[in-house]
């Protein structure tokens, strides 16, 4: 098997230390992708929401509104976690421009590369944070566009931890078969912190993802890995494919409803039709020139609610009082 640099020095390491648990690789798997990587849109490995469509971060606004009239709070925090090229909060930042909202523009993300691309992207100033902790202690809305499913998970197989070795020329799983069960400590980690931000300094989280909300450890598994818009091996592409696994919605809620707050969770298509997506494309149709241009924009917008493409696979957790 031909390997990257990445892939050689984790060669390295497992051959001296022994096998890594599947959670220290992914961890590190993803953390090299997204610091190298040119990941979203056409010429990369997978295209997000905000990336489709502008109707997104739109919807999304119109929901930040709703939190601050409901409060009464217009200078909130504004904390995306995970932002990629920084489209989402440029979408948003728009919309809220016209309001009396002067929210106060916050990301959480490790990779040094992504974060120039919010920098050219954004506007406004912006502060970056790698730790959640560090946020100012003030009412906050949190914001997770596909973070959640690109947080290293852990598996296990019988009960006993799935690590990764490299047996024969290639990274393998150990052990194999049996019944598998994944959990993710890292986002149960980070909600626990924003489920304590939020119950001491007030406000809302709404967290968009794929996964599901049925058992909290779910049986079977759902890493995948995708790379040029297709599905690959997960460990014949480590570092240089976008590793992920499903959201546990009813485990991530937990600690918010701990803490005394509601949980509403919905599909994509739910949530944007509530938040005005009607409207925000019938704008957008009124203000476009061509017919081709039309055409473009409503076929995009449509990928987002259609549920044979975005508008049922992905759904939304919002959190509030
Ligand atoms: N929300 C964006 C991008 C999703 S990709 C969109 O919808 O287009 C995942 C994002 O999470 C990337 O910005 C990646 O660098 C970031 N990320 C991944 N793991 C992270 C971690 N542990 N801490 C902070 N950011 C992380």
Known sequence: MHLTPFQKNLREKILSQGPLSLLEVMGLSNAHYYAEKEVFGREGDFITSPEISQIFGECVAF???????????????????GPGRGTLMRDIVRILSKTKIKPDIHFLETSPKLREFQKENMPEPCVWHDDLRDIPKKFALFLAN????????????????VYVDYVDDAFVRVPRGGEMIETSPV??????????????????????DYGDYTKSERIGETLQAVKQHAYVDPLK????????????????????????????????????????FDLRLQKLMEQSLSHDQRQDIQSRAHRLIDPKQMGELFKVLEISL
């Open 237 to 276: 592409h480590l570092g240089d494919a976008d590793l992920t696994a499903h959201v546990d919605f009813k485990l991530l809620s937990e600690a918010f409803l701990k803490k005394g707050f509601r949980g509403n969770f919905m599909t994509q298509r739910d949530f944007l039709k509530a938040y005005g």
């Open 187 to 208: 986002s149960l980690d980070i909600s626990k912190t924003m489920a304590a931000h939020l119950s001491s300094y007030g406000g809302a989280a709404l967290i968009i």
């Open 146 to 161: 596909e973070f959640f499913d690109a947080l290293p998970i852990q598996q296990k197989v019988d009960g006993v931890d």
């Open 63 to 81: 929901w930040i509104v709703e939190q601050c009239q409901r409060e009464e709070i217009y200078d909130p925090i504004l904390l995306e976690m």
